[in-house]
């Protein structure tokens, strides 16, 4: 039926076309059978084109020149277009820009799409076309080709640059070409972009590609790369070199005073040894530095009176010894330094009282010691927004100190430390504080209810600890767990977060957030001592997605108003003390993916509509008294049972744990993450 009924719209379709021609011939005809063409080649129809409008220069993504009369641009992107592209027909020889991005054509590219010999601009981004490039293409306007995220094979058509001899940019991520990079490249005189990034081409990185005389960014990252090539004798005008996620090894070249311009590098994710060259930790261009996940080792040395443009420098998970040098703070533009898992040792330098532009540190995964006197210091910065300091400073105690003072503090991790002491009382009155993890250290006392006050506060991590006492009642009124308006949050610059969490039951994934705001609305209580009710306010926290209370001492009975946690994801409250039924109303769940009330005092049948059908015994055992479903029937007398293999709670032995925090610049965030990002994220294990 509908491969009849799409034959139909075909039909339907050509005819009209054929009126179209008839009628009004303002519409060039070589440029309608090159349009009709494209349009048998479509699945469904194409929405806004057709014969409503008197010609086809009216159509939706279609612009015409004022002068000939002929189509010049086709631009349809996004448009959920379907069909086997290889079937085109082009007549369109005035195209200059055809974007059909994001839509899901599939098949080769058609021969036909090299006949546009006035074609400048061509996007067929995220799409699924697939095949190998033909050998020869004629596209001698073409100034900008992205052909990223689709399922190409084979070489890269650097040829491409005989014929085009204008072009500009070029994008072939996310693809699958293999081979090294041809010289014809060289060709390429006018290029000013280059992405590779995400594709398997391997071989050195060679000069006559990093001396392209108008070369600007350079994305090779995620490929095979194994070595890059000297330039000696003359300069790179190169702002941006991206050559992470590759396979380089050995000692980075000294070669950085021959790029004259390089404001943007980055080779995270290699395996680079030695020290960080003098050519880079001298330079006057370089802003942001991400070396991060190699193994470079020895101190670290910058010569900050020259690195006047530093803004942000990412040297975490390498071997890194000695102490944080003092003379980091003299980096007058350095805003965001990630120093953690790497092997240094010390306390923070007296001279970061003087740092005025830090916003962003994450010391995670060091040696360090003294953390009372490191807040002190730390607490002059002006513009600190984000400190991350988990795995450090053990068994020390958190200072109370009532004049410590973090204004413009946003994120907050201090988490798997030992530490010992309570919630401190400087949190109060930190109105920008959006995330708090104070997880898995050795804290007792109550949990404050001035938490409560804290208005962006929308993920609260007090996992494993000794927090005693019950759960204060002013949590319930968290703002921006009841609120939470994620497109009223500004972006951040500082961030990608990496953050370690089982989140599929026992298997630990690396997930990385690009932003706070892209951290899930969360409260962890998990593995603490609290005792006393669920309040029912929790059901306010409209926005939470996790709830976790498991193994702790709450009594008192599963509120049935936790039923409104309409975004709620994970609801834990297993190994408690919690009585009575499990509320009917939580069939309405919808989001819920994990669950549990197991190992408490429940009565009552399992409820059997929506999703808590989808769990397993595991979410249930454990309550004497509870029936239906893998339990007795409910209809007896609920006698009590012996479940069957019950197997241990999954969670029990893990420890959340912050591994480490890594940042970049906003640009890198936009330009790189989102575009690479299905290929990109490699799991990361915490060590
Ligand atoms: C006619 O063209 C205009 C402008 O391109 C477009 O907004 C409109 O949707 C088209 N109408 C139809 C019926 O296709
Ligand atoms: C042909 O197109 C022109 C310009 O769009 C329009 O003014 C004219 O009415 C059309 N004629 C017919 C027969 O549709
Ligand atoms: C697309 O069309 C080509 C040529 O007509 C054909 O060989 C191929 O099988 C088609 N592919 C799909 C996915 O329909
Ligand atoms: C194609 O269109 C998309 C969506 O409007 C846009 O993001 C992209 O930049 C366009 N491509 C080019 C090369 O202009
Ligand atoms: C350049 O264009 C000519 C003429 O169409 C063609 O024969 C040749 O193969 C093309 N070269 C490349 C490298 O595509
Ligand atoms: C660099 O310069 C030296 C001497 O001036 C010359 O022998 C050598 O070939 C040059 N190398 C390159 C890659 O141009
Ligand atoms: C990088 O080093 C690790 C550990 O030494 C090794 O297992 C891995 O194979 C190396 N990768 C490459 C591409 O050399
Ligand atoms: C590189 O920097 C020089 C001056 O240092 C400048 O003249 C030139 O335009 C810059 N090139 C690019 C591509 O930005
Ligand atoms: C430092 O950065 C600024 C702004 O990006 C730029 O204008 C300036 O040329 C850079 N300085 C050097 C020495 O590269
Ligand atoms: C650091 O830069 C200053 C100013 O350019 C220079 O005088 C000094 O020698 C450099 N120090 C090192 C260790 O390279
Ligand atoms: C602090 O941040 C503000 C706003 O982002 C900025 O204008 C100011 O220059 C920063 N102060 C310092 C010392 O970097
Ligand atoms: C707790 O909430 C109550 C009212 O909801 C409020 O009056 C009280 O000040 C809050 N306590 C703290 C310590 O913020």
């Known amino acids: 039926m509908v491969v009849v009924f799409e034959i139909w719209l075909l039909v339907m379709f050509s005819l009209q076309l054929q009126s179209v021609i008839s009628q009004n011939l303002t519409c060039n005809s070589d440029d309608l059978t090159g349009l009709s063409g494209f349009m048998n080649a479509m699945e469904s129809p194409i929405d806004g084109w057709g014969p409503a409008n008197s010609s086809c220069c009216n159509w939706v993504g279609i612009t015409c020149s004022s002068s000939s009369g002929r189509i010049v641009r086709l631009e349809l992107p996004k448009k959920r277009l379907t069909g086997n592209f290889s079937d085109l027909i082009f007549n369109l020889n005035q195209l200059k820009s055809l974007n059909l991005s994001h839509n899901f054509l599939k098949g080769p590219l058609p021969t036909s799409l090299f006949l546009l010999d006035n074609l400048e601009v061509l996007d067929l981004s995220s799409n699924k076309f697939n095949g190998v490039l033909p050998d020869s293409i004629y596209l001698p306007a073409l100034q900008v080709l992205d052909i990223s995220d689709n399922n190409f094979r084979g070489f890269l058509p650097f040829g491409l640059c005989v014929n085009s001899t204008g072009i500009r940019v070029l994008t072939f991520s996310v693809n699958y070409f293999t081979g090294n990079i041809p010289p014809q490249i060289g060709n390429c005189g006018f290029l000013e972009h280059l992405s590779v990034a995400s594709n398997s081409i391997s071989g050195i990185i060679p000069d006559f590609l990093l001396r392209l005389p108008r070369l600007q960014e350079l994305d090779l990252q995620d490929n095979e790369f194994t070595g890059i090539s000297g330039i000696r004798n003359s300069s790179s005008e190169l702002v941006r070199l991206d050559i992470s996620s590759n396979r380089f090894s050995g000692n980075i070249p000294d070669i950085f005073y021959n790029f004259r311009n390089l404001s943007h590098f980055l080779s995270h994710s290699n395996n680079l040894t030695g020290g960080v060259p003098a050519s880079l930790s001298n330079s006057q261009t370089i802003s942001s530095l991400n070396l991060r996940n190699n193994y470079l080792d020895g101190p670290i040395d910058f010569n900050c009176s020259k690195m006047i443009n530093l803004t942000s420098l990412d040297?975490?998970?390498?071997?890194?010894?000695?102490?944080?040098?003092?003379?980091?703070?003299?980096?007058?533009?350095?805003?965001?330094?990630n120093?953690?898992?790497?092997?240094?040792?010390?306390?923070?330098p007296e001279s970061f009282k003087n740092f005025r532009s830090l916003s962003y540190l994450s010391l995670s995964s060091g040696s360090f010691s003294n953390l009372s006197t490191s807040l002190k210091i730390l607490q002059h910065s002006p513009n600190l927004t984000v400190l991350v300091l988990a795995m450090n400073f053990y068994t020390e105690q958190l200072p109370s100190d009532g004049y410590l003072r973090f204004k413009t503090l946003e994120a907050l991790v201090i988490s798997s430390?030992?530490?010992?002491?309570?919630?401190?009382?400087?949190?109060?009155?930190?109105?920008?504080?959006?995330?708090?993890?104070?997880?898995?250290?050795?804290?007792?006392?109550?949990?404050?209810?001035f938490l409560g006050d804290l208005k962006s506060l929308f993920y609260l991590d007090l996992s494993n600890n000794s927090f005693s006492g019950e759960i204060p009642k002013n949590l319930t009124a968290l703002q921006s767990m009841i609120s939470r308006d994620i497109s009223l949050q500004k972006p951040s610059q500082d961030f990608p977060i990496y953050m370690s969490r089982n989140v599929i039951s026992n298997t630990w994934m690396t997930l990385q957030y690009d932003e706070i705001m892209m951290f899930p609305t969360l409260l962890d209580l998990s593995n603490n001592l609290l005792t006393g009710p669920i309040w029912p306010e929790f059901g306010n926290l409209k926005k939470l997605s996790v709830l976790d209370l498991k193994h702790n001492n709450?009594?008192?009975?599963?509120?049935?108003?936790?039923?409104?946690?309409?975004?709620?994801?994970?609801?834990?409250m297993s190994y408690n003390s919690l009585t009575g039924t499990i509320p009917l109303s939580f069939g309405n769940l919808h989001f819920l993916s994990k669950f549990s009330v197991a190992h408490n005092d429940l009565t009552g049948s399992i409820p059997s509509t929506g999703q808590l059908q989808t769990f397993s015994i595991a979410s249930f055992e454990g309550n004497s008294g509870l029936c239906g479903k893998y339990l007795l029937k409910c209809e007896k007398t609920q006698v009590l049972l012996e479940t069957?293999?019950?197997?241990?709670?999954?969670?029990?032995?893990?420890?959340?744990?912050?591994a480490f925090i890594g940042f970049g610049t906003g640009f890198l965030v936009t330009v790189f993450y989102l575009l690479v990002v299905p290929r990109l994220i490699k799991g990361y294990t915490h060590s």
């Open 417 to 449: 430390s030992s530490l010992t002491g309570t919630i401190p009382s400087w949190l109060n009155g930190l109105t920008h504080l959006q995330l708090l993890d104070f997880s898995s250290n050795h804290f007792t006392g109550q949990i404050p209810a």
């Open 554 to 572: 709450l009594s008192g009975t599963i509120p049935s108003s936790l039923s409104s946690l309409r975004n709620i994801e994970t609801l834990d």
């Open 339 to 348: 120093l953690a898992r790497n092997k240094l040792t010390g306390q923070i």
């Open 315 to 337: 040297l975490s998970n390498n071997n890194f010894s000695g102490t944080i040098p003092a003379n980091l703070a003299s980096c007058l533009n350095l805003k965001s330094i």
């Open 644 to 658: 069957p293999a019950a197997s241990k709670d999954e969670d029990d032995s893990i420890t959340r744990v912050l």
